[in-house]
């Protein structure tokens, strides 16, 4: 098998209750035909389907890559923003595991199970950060043309997350994603910023679109021809082929390529199958 030039780094499965479809096991039979040697599983504040991917990974020769998708409170911005938290180690992984862990502790807010941004200094190792594009808080910023907040958000960034940290660009054909690309794109060669592709994927193929929407609206509590409900997703967030990754962003290559580098620096060995019980001694 050649090298890849492109990986997926944000999947989720139907772990993410609020927008994900498929299962783990289909997901990665779809990785498998797709000829991709490696995924990550980026489901919203959990990791309930790692053993699942994990396993069916080593089992299908895939590498498996685990990931964290987070809502996010941000200082000076009024809505929840996004980011995915990537393990680059055991020690990332351990960070994610305390993240999710406070996040829960903590309690709902605006019904979900959020972080705080100032939390991801303390958990910071081992991990990679995607921006979360036009939802994540600089690109709300770079929206809103707040370049003050950019600074300070660049600023958060690259003190905690040096080489770690990249700016995240989706073609999805969704409101204001292409402006939010452009923006990005300039701000990275302002900055310095590394950036990547992804497609937030959610379903597996163009056809599951109307179960999917579906689906959130059942979670979001609307029927389908309900006026009021929020459209936030398009058919085009399905898990597409390195080809069609390929010609999407033929234009910024190295957003590819730096996909690519991420899954390589991603190495964490789950044990699995194993009782680990305390250490009590007994008289």
């Not at 502790?105 to 979900?112: D, E, S």
């Not at 058919?235 to 080809?243: C, D, G, K, N, V």
Request: with cysteine; net charge negative; charged share 25%.
């Amino acid at each position: 098998m050649s090298d890849p030039l492109f990986v997926h780094l944000r999947v989720h499965s139907d772990f993410s209750m609020s927008d994900g479809l498929s299962k783990v096991k289909p997901i990665l039979a779809k990785v498998s035909e797709l000829g991709m040697p490696a995924v990550a599983l980026t489901d919203q504040t959990n990791m309930c389907g790692l053993v699942k991917f994990y396993g069916g990974c080593h089992g299908a020769g895939i590498k498996p890559i685990i990931g964290t998708e987070f809502w996010v409170q941000v200082p000076g911005v009024d809505e929840l923003c996004s980011i995915t938290a990537i393990a680059m180690n055991n020690e990332g992984y351990s960070s994610l595991t305390l993240l999710i862990s406070d996040a829960y502790l903590r309690g709902h807010i605006q019904g979900r199970a959020v972080i705080d941004k100032g939390w991801l200094i303390e958990h910071a190792q081992g991990l990679i950060i995607l921006s979360g594009g036009r939802e994540g808080d600089i690109g709300k910023a770079l929206i809103k043309g707040n370049q003050e907040l950019v600074a300070e958000m660049v600023s958060f960034y690259q003190q905690y997350f040096n080489n770690c940290f990249f700016l995240e660009l989706i073609r999805t054909g969704r409101e204001n994603e292409e402006r939010y690309l452009h923006l990005a794109v300039e701000l990275a060669e302002q900055v310095q910023l590394p950036v990547v592709a992804t497609n937030e994927v959610v379903f597996l193929s163009e056809d599951l679109f109307e179960a999917h929407e579906i689906r959130v609206a059942i979670h979001d509590g609307y029927t389908l021809d309900d006026k009021r409900r929020p459209k936030k997703y398009s058919p085009q967030q399905y898990l597409r082929s390195e080809e069609e990754m390929l010609e999407l962003f033929s234009d910024i290559p190295e957003a590819l390529e730096n996909s690519v580098e991420i899954a390589k620096r991603c190495n964490v060995t789950v044990r699995l199958g194993e009782y680990v019980l305390p250490d009590f001694p007994t008289e």
